[in-house]
């Protein structure tokens, strides 16, 4: 864990709110000079703060528009390794999220698709022919917010 200062903090809000702002535009923002914002920024990349950036798409403007959470027991624990069947689920596309989990079920996965008839496609074809996949229950999502780590 690393420690914080608020300037720190003021910069990770800065880049919460908009990640493709440059050095002098944050800096100017928490009152640093380019260079020395830039410095605290590379700071925070090589403590592992701050992640690689990533280009977050909209799926809903990319035609999917149903989200659905699955909650995955295996039928053959001990027969099928966990990591074959995580290898085997993040092979496939509309599987945005693996959770290994505690509790009822083995696995949690965030999946999106088209429609429900696409959702049923990728859950019949798909996931209920992964190994060792047993018990699957699913939840379709109405809305959603989301939330960040906000500091």
């Not at 990770?12 to 605290?40: F, H, N, T, Y």
């Not at 090589?46 to 909650?71: D, Y």
């Not at 693996?98 to 009822?104: A, E, M, P, T």
Request: proline share 3%.
């Amino acid at each position: 864990m690393i420690d914080l200062d608020d300037t720190d903090r003021a910069i990770l809000r800065a880049l919460q709110a908009d990640g493709s702002q440059s050095a002098a535009a944050v800096g100017k923002k928490v009152g640093l000079s380019q260079p020395a914002c830039w410095r605290r920024i590379k700071a925070l990349q090589s403590a592992g703060v701050i992640r690689p950036r990533a280009v977050v798409l909209n799926k809903e403007a990319l035609g999917f528009g149903v989200s659905v959470f699955l909650g995955i027991k295996l039928a053959t624990k001990g027969r099928v390794s966990l990591e074959d069947f995580e290898r085997a689920v993040t092979a496939i596309p509309e599987v945005q999220v693996v959770q290994h989990v505690l509790g009822l079920y083995d696995y949690r996965l965030k999946v999106i698709a088209r429609d429900l008839a696409d959702f049923e496609r990728v859950l019949r074809r798909r996931i209920m022919t992964l190994p060792g996949v047993g018990d699957v229950e699913a939840n379709v999502v109405l809305s959603e917010e989301r939330r960040e780590i906000a500091l």
